[in-house]
């Protein structure tokens, strides 16, 4: 039973366009929700997260989005840039233990 | 601060053989969690440790068992290889003392090929 999905395995996008990747989640009790981005060969490297509390946060180019009622979380890249070109999975949590989407791999065309 | 260190990087082995794998958390970090990385699957959760205690546990089987130390480094084992166990295995660290509002920091991973 996957309780976070991430529906679309991968996504290309043109230099300088918006890339949005999503994430849906089925258990309404989760707290904390975060995205990761990995390159290959290495450990997924964090990059912005967002609390229940919230439905918006921004960090530089990145802002993520959350929609409690639809039980969906986005990540929205502008302007995207080749070296944003990876695999991005997003986690939620509610204890400390943490469940991750299968990922979307991201291509940055330039 | 350092970040998070696994050992070794890469290792193979043979089905039927055991392996153990290391990891070093962020310095003040107490909760250690690992994870199975494997083509389509994304992570998934093995178990997770804090204070030499198992706190949380995925769905793996038996053969795959951790330990914490006194001083928050932690060890994966995993006993009678299979093939299916090829895969990158990550380490995370955390505080672990803020539950559901806390980020996970990652290793580099260890990339295991069993034959």
């Known amino acids: 039973d996957q309780q976070v999905k991430q529906n679309s395995p991968s996504l290309s996008v043109q230099e300088g366009r918006i890339s949005i990747l999503n994430c849906d989640y089925t258990n309404s009790m989760f707290d904390y929700f975060l995205w990761y981005k990995k390159y290959p060969a290495e450990g997924p490297t964090f990059l912005i997260s967002?609390?229940?509390?919230?439905d918006k946060n921004e960090d530089g180019r990145f802002t993520v989005f959350l929609n409690k009622s639809a039980k969906h979380l986005s990540l929205h890249i502008v302007p995207s840039q080749p070296g944003d070109s990876a695999v991005y999975f997003c986690?939620?949590?509610?204890?400390?233990?943490?469940?991750f989407g299968t990922g979307t791999r991201l291509k940055v065309l330039a | 601060k350092a970040g998070v260190t696994q050992t070794p990087r890469y290792l193979i082995k043979t089905r039927g053989q055991q392996v153990t794998l290391s990891c070093s958390p962020i310095?003040?970090?107490?909760?250690v969690s690992w994870y199975q990385q494997t083509p389509g699957q994304g992570l998934q959760f093995l178990f997770e440790y804090f204070s030499e205690t198992q706190r949380n546990k995925g769905n793996f089987p038996g053969r795959f068992s951790g330990r914490q130390f006194s001083n928050s480094r932690s060890e994966m084992n995993v006993s009678t290889l299979e093939l299916g166990d090829s895969a990158l295995y990550l380490c995370?660290?955390?505080?672990?003392?803020?539950?559901?509002?806390?980020?996970?920091?990652f290793g580099p991973g260890t990339r295991l090929l069993v034959l």
């Open positions: 986690a939620v949590t509610g204890t400390y233990k943490y469940i």
């Open positions: 310095s003040g970090h107490r909760s």
């Open positions: 995370a660290s955390s505080p672990g003392v803020s539950a559901g509002a806390e980020t996970q920091y």
């Open positions: 967002i609390s229940s509390i919230k």
